[in-house]
């Protein structure tokens, strides 16, 4: 039996985290200026943001998910040069990452700072899920999921792997070039040697879009090394990003998890440990919000019975496999609860009214 992607499925997934104000006001602020810079107007890099003018001078200001997608769709519709962001090749500096940046620095290995980032990542507005594995001698940071799509998605995985780079010569206080960069796309219609832009191979149709660089420099130890200063920013970040985010948004990320693999729903404590917190943690955060894995799990699921009985010819008992369910009856009976109807009904319904 063929698996097939719900569409409505990822809807409801992104219906439940773009509107969540994630996105720090500064990435839109040095943008904006970037292009202003080369002539753009801000009101046309701006349209349909509902982002005003005068608030990309709040520090303190954050923007959704769906204006960041926006804002990024603008600003590659209006340069209309696929190559633009692979030509602009730019320093990185620390405090551009903020407290992250901090924590990153004062850590006593390149791997300890890893790790901080990608438990850390949303804290700088990230669109994505970044994990970071080691596959043999290779060290892989992996995108596992990218809220927008298209050139859009292509922008956000180069633009984050030009930084790498620069990024991990100056935490390790020397030169660094990565193994490999591998892309989940189609290599586009581009005149740039994109194996010298980023300094190693490119290999585009991969299953995922990742970094990979030699794990034996994770030991290496950091120049700007202080235990004590990396303790504190990792304390302030695991607050600030409770405060600004996960209590909000955990319930689309666990939702995300579950979407990604129809049929083969992990459990709590699994779930947990992707989205690197503690299983307690997780079931109390979720029973703070009004809900539960179990109350999520059920909403993937109808969500998904929904779809597949909407846009599939898959029987009942193939969908109720997919759903995970053991007994094809137990499937019915929860389709009755969610719908007042049986999958049957609900289809002849459908069919009915078409």
């Not at 080369?38 to 959704?64: F, K, N, S, V």
């Not at 298209?150 to 020397?174: M, R």
């Not at 302030?236 to 909000?248: A, G, P, V, W, Y």
């Amino acid at each position: 039996m063929t698996r097939q992607s719900p569409k409505r499925s990822a809807e409801f997934f992104h219906n439940y985290s773009l509107d969540k104000k994630a996105i720090p006001m500064s990435q839109v602020q040095g943008l904006v200026q970037s292009l202003t810079i080369r002539g753009y107007d801000i009101a046309d890099q701006l349209a349909g943001t509902e982002i005003a003018p005068e608030a990309l001078a709040d520090p303190q200001g954050r923007i959704t998910y769906r204006q960041r997608i926006v804002q990024l769709e603008n600003m590659l519709a209006l340069i209309d040069d696929r190559g633009y962001w692979l030509r602009s090749m730019r320093e990185v500096s620390i405090s551009e990452y903020g407290l992250l940046g901090y924590a990153m620095m004062s850590s006593a290995t390149l791997e300890q700072a890893v790790q901080i980032a990608v438990r850390y990542h949303k804290m700088a507005g990230a669109i994505y899920e970044l994990t970071f594995l080691i596959e043999g001698h290779e060290a892989v940071l992996r995108i596992e999921h990218l809220l927008p799509g298209g050139i859009v998605a292509q922008y956000v995985v180069e633009d984050l792997f030009l930084g790498i780079t620069p990024l991990i010569s100056l935490l390790v206080g020397s030169g660094h070039r990565a193994n490999a960069i591998h892309f989940n796309y189609a290599e586009p219609d581009c005149e740039i040697d994109l194996a010298a832009v980023f300094g190693c191979p490119v290999r585009f149709d991969q299953q995922w879009c990742e970094y990979r660089f030699d794990s034996a420099l994770l030991n290496q130890p950091l120049a700007e090394a202080d235990s004590n200063t990396a303790r504190i920013c990792e304390d302030s970040c695991r607050r600030l990003l409770d405060h600004m985010e996960i209590e909000n948004d955990i319930v689309s990320r666990v939702c995300h998890l579950l979407l990604i693999t129809p049929g083969e729903f992990p459990r709590l404590d699994v779930i947990a440990e992707r989205l690197s917190i503690g299983a307690r943690t997780l079931r109390r955060r979720l029973n703070q919000l009004g809900t539960s894995y179990q109350k999520v799990l059920d909403d993937v699921r109808k969500e998904l019975a929904i779809e597949y009985l909407q846009t599939t010819n898959l029987s009942v008992q193939e969908i109720s496999e997919l759903l995970g369910y053991s007994e094809v009856t137990n499937f019915r009976r929860a389709f009755l609860k969610w719908a007042s109807l049986s999958p049957y009904q609900y289809r002849k319904q459908l069919v009915a009214s078409s």
